[in-house]
């Protein structure tokens, strides 16, 4: 009966997921929708477009930061190969990329991010060799297939919210 539930719950969050991607090319065009005025007033909120000519520009720009991140979010989560932390550096451009659209403190935008993204890069892209040099020493070493050195190397919480523990 336990794993009936385990299996269930794997469904319902395997649907949630599937949907989202499925839906990902609504969503990517739904600032369509948004009128092509300074202000745009809505029964749940009013937004007003300062830095954007007017609200549909402010929209589109951020569905194009929103839609790729949710997708590499999902990506990330859901991956079970041992080069998934090499997605961390996408995340964290787009990330940087959403948070400069925001505050809107610089005129340019998507020009000096590799600047931030430097340190993060520094730390995963070599962790990543490292770790992909260590399973091809073991291949030498040993007779097992790449498969089962994956599976070796995957480190797998054991839901969703221990995954996003091991990171913060």
Not at 33 to 43: A, E, G, H, I, L
Not at 60 to 80: E, G, M, N, S, V
Not at 124 to 132: A, D, G, H, K, M
Request: aromatic fraction near 20%.
């Amino acid at each position: 009966m336990g794993n009936f539930k385990f299996g269930k719950k794997r469904l319902i969050i395997g649907s949630l997921i599937a949907t989202v991607i499925a839906s990902s090319p609504f969503l990517f065009y739904l600032h369509k929708s948004v009128p092509k005025t300074q202000v745009w007033d809505t029964f749940l909120f009013r937004f007003e477009s300062h830095f954007y000519e007017n609200a549909n520009t402010a929209m589109w720009a951020t569905t194009q930061k929103l839609y790729p991140l949710l997708l590499l979010f999902i990506w990330f989560f859901t991956c079970r190969h041992w080069w998934y932390h090499a997605i961390l550096v996408p995340i964290c451009m787009y990330v940087f990329q959403f948070f400069s659209l925001i505050t809107l403190e610089t005129h340019v935008l998507d020009e000096f991010e590799i600047i931030y993204l430097t340190p993060i890069m520094a730390i995963i892209v070599p962790s990543i060799y490292l770790l992909r040099a260590r399973m091809f020493n073991r291949i030498n070493d040993v007779d097992k297939s790449m498969e089962d050195l994956e599976k070796e190397f995957m480190m797998t919480p054991t839901n969703f919210w221990d995954k996003v523990k091991r990171y913060f």
